[in-house]
Nanobody, 122 residues
Framework: QVRLAESGGGSVQAGESLTLYCRAF????????MGWFRQGPGEEREVVAVVPIAGDTTYADSVKGRFTISVDNTKITAQLQMRNLQREDSAMYYCAAYGMGDCTDRRIYVYWGQGTQVTVSS
C-alpha cells in the first residue's frame, strides 16, 4: 500500500514563502503523474502544479511565476516552493501520485496525502 506523507504547511503573512514536501512510501515504481492540488473551504480541489513522467510541468495560472514544483522520480518525492504567498493561496494542500491520463485531472489519482494547511494573512 502506497502512502504519501506531506509536511511544510503553516501560517504566514502575505508576501512570505513556504515550501511543501511530499514523499511516497511503499513503492519504488516511478509515478506517471505526481503533484500538488489544493482545496479551500467550500471549494473544489484544484490543480496547483503537476509533473508527468514524460512531458511538461503544468502550473495553475494563479501560481505561475510564484510557485516551483520539483519531483524526484527516483526517491518519489515532490517539493513545492511557494513565494510571494497571497491570501487567496490559503487552502489545504494535497500531494497526489500515481494515475493514468491527464495529470491535471484530480480524478485520475490513486493516492493522496492527508493534506497540509497553508494559511496566508494580510
Amino acid at each position: 500500500q502506497v502512502r504519501l506523507a506531506e509536511s511544510g504547511g503553516g501560517s504566514v503573512q502575505a508576501g512570505e514563502s513556504l515550501t511543501l514536501y511530499c514523499r511516497a512510501f511503499g513503492s519504488d515504481v516511478k509515478p506517471n503523474c505526481m503533484g500538488w492540488f489544493r482545496q479551500g473551504p467550500g471549494e473544489e480541489r484544484e490543480v496547483v502544479a503537476v509533473v508527468p513522467i514524460a512531458g511538461d510541468t503544468t502550473y495553475a495560472d494563479s501560481v505561475k511565476g510564484r510557485f516551483t514544483i520539483s519531483v524526484d522520480n527516483t526517491k518519489i518525492t515532490a517539493q513545492l516552493q511557494m513565494r510571494n504567498l497571497q491570501r487567496e493561496d490559503s487552502a489545504m494542500y494535497y500531494c497526489a501520485a500515481y494515475g493514468m491520463g491527464d495529470c491535471t485531472d484530480r480524478r485520475i489519482y490513486v493516492y493522496w496525502g492527508q493534506g497540509t494547511q497553508v494559511t496566508v494573512s494580510s
